[in-house]
């Protein structure tokens, strides 16, 4: 159980463009999911807290117009990353939060965004 | 603001040896803890949690963790690693009752383990 799932797991797009990525929770509901950005050889690190059916919380430094999210439903979460450029090229991971389990994330295998 | 520090960022060892990743954080309030693991190529797996209770937690594959409160620290051990133990640790804390239920993860330990 606990299963979540991102799509697509890798994207290449050329610079200007808007790409989306979509977090699902498979098997369960999930009112909260949270957007990670993981550079090569690093941790992870927060981007934005998305809640079911409001606004996304973002982190500090982190532009909201850039990368809008959005929270349609209790199984999916989407990140768009808009107007792209190479410095926007990373790992992206997103995590649902499975309540009742004292907010555990379960964590998706990541998309591969690389801007030409 | 919470933060959380992995002592160590490369850990080599023989297979059948002791494994212990420190892992502290700073946070004045309750916690949750967790480990995860990412095994090459593969997305990020739960080991381990700690909310409340016996501070010696029991996860998955033969890893634990202790809580030691007055040091801030959650240490993950294995007695005897495999070959199949290589992979990525992340320490993370949850404070709780932090708006959004925040996670702040570690560093990272990069662990090889060599047949």
């Known amino acids: 159980g606990a299963v979540v799932s991102q799509h697509p797991s890798r994207v290449i797009c050329k610079s200007g463009t808007s790409v989306k990525i979509e977090c699902r929770s498979l098997?369960?509901?999930?009112?909260?999911m949270f957007w990670y950005r993981q550079f090569p050889k690093q941790s992870l690190m927060l981007m934005a807290t998305s809640n079911e059916g409001s606004k996304a919380t973002y982190e500090q430094g982190v532009e909201k117009d850039k990368f809008l999210i959005n929270h349609a439903s209790l199984t999916l979460s989407t990140l768009t990353v808009t107007s792209a450029h190479p410095e926007d090229s990373s790992f992206y991971i997103c995590?649902?939060?499975?309540?009742?389990?004292?907010?555990?994330?379960?964590f998706g295998p990541g998309t591969r965004l690389t801007v030409l | 603001a919470q933060s959380v520090s992995q002592h160590n960022h490369h850990v080599i060892l023989s297979e059948a040896a002791s494994l212990e990743l420190g892992c502290n954080y700073s946070?004045?309030?309750?916690?949750?803890l967790f480990w995860y693991v990412q095994y090459p190529g593969q997305h990020l797996q739960l080991l381990l949690k700690y909310f409340s209770g016996d501070p010696l937690v029991k996860g998955i594959k033969g890893f634990e963790a202790e809580f030691i409160k007055s040091k801030f620290s959650f240490n993950l051990r294995k007695p005897s690693v495999q070959w199949s133990d290589t992979a990525e640790y992340f320490c993370?804390?949850?404070?709780?009752?932090?708006?959004?239920?925040?996670?702040?993860f570690g560093g990272g330990t990069r662990v090889l383990v060599k047949p």
């Open positions: 098997d369960f509901q999930a009112t909260t």
């Open positions: 946070y004045g309030g309750t916690v949750n």
């Open positions: 993370a804390v949850n404070a709780r009752g932090a708006a959004g239920n925040k996670l702040t």
């Open positions: 995590s649902a939060e499975l309540a009742g389990a004292g907010d555990t994330q379960y």
